[in-house]
């Protein structure tokens, strides 16, 4: 059982102003105002010509963030449909494979820039959308465990985020592999699975289905994480029905079907398993620096609130 209090996550990138200026005032509101400590950060192709600037923005603020593989697995899925770690394709699951690496290898990179312990998590999912093969993912984390360098050479540890199964009669999201083929895959694996409120009610189109998960994983001591994105029936500004727009809480979207209550319960049943909890937004385009603030802070006021010395 884990007693210290999980990292507070923010996925800032899915309520970022415009403006760099703005963004810099941004990363400061979320570490003066204690509403986060780390980040969920998108990783597409490379760290780019602003790595140096955004490790700046980290430094000395947000420690034990989690890289997500999500934004560039999907528009490599959307390019060749056979990209992923689950793949049957054996050049779709090369190309992941290598894609997983240049990622892992970016992370290194980036906690060099900052010379802190940035990034310690990476998110990795069971790609591709609809024709996922669970032995095809039980074999790309053997390969990538055969291939670890010399103990202690990764500073990050990989953990399995569970997205929408892929279900004919749900138009879904993602589509990935069912929380039941991954439990497995998990523990074999020697890895943990983190929720995400969201894609977990998309999942079923059902907002019970995410406390579900929770309670699955907690039961088979594989939780990791729970990050709060908002889902819905009903379109609006964020996008359509059960689409995986990242809804803020029902009081600033009334689609939204994520309210604290639905919080509250999902973190009591975790009860001490969490390493990390968070929120990923979406806010209005038109929103101040301070609106934004305020948004994620009403999720992440939801969570345990951190001591002065901070989770290790």
Not at 26 to 41: K, N, P, Q, T, V
Not at 273 to 289: C, E, F, N, R
Request: glycine fraction near 10%.
């Amino acid at each position: 059982m884990n007693t210290a209090l999980p990292a507070r996550l923010v996925g800032a990138y899915a309520a970022l102003p415009p403006s760099r200026t703005d963004r810099e005032r941004f990363y400061e509101g979320l570490a003066g105002r204690g509403i986060a400590d780390g980040l969920e950060i998108p990783y597409r192709d490379g760290l780019g010509e602003d790595a140096p600037w955004f490790a700046a923005q980290l430094r000395g603020r947000f420690t034990r963030c989690v890289l997500t593989l999500i934004p560039g697995t999907m528009a490599r899925v959307g390019a060749s449909g056979t990209f992923g770690l689950a793949s049957a394709d054996p050049e779709g699951r090369r190309a992941a494979l290598g894609f997983l690496h240049e990622a892992r290898a970016a992370a290194e990179e980036l906690n060099q820039l900052t010379g802190e312990q940035s990034v310690s998590v990476l998110h990795i999912h069971t790609a591709p959308s609809t024709t996922a093969v669970a032995e095809m993912f039980a074999r790309s984390l053997d390969e990538i465990a055969a291939g670890e360098p010399a103990a202690g050479a990764w500073s990050t540890r990989l953990v399995l985020e569970h997205c929408d199964a892929y279900a004919p009669a749900v138009p879904g999201e993602k589509r990935f592999l069912s929380l039941e083929d991954e439990i497995p895959l998990a523990r074999e694996g020697g890895i943990g699975i983190t929720v995400n409120w969201g894609r977990s009610a998309i999942e079923a189109q059902d907002p019970s289905r995410p406390l579900d998960h929770v309670t699955r994983l907690v039961s088979e001591g594989l939780l990791a994480g729970v990050m709060f994105s908002g889902a819905g029936p009903a379109a609006n500004g964020y996008g359509g029905p059960w689409a995986d727009a990242h809804l803020p809480l029902t009081q600033d979207e009334p689609t939204s079907l994520m309210d604290a209550d639905e919080v509250r319960r999902c973190l009591r049943a975790a009860e001490d398993a969490l390493s990390y909890a968070g929120a990923k937004i979406q806010v209005p385009g038109d929103a101040t620096v301070d609106e934004r603030l305020a948004m994620l802070g009403r999720v992440m006021r939801l969570l345990p609130a951190r001591g002065p010395a901070g989770r290790p």
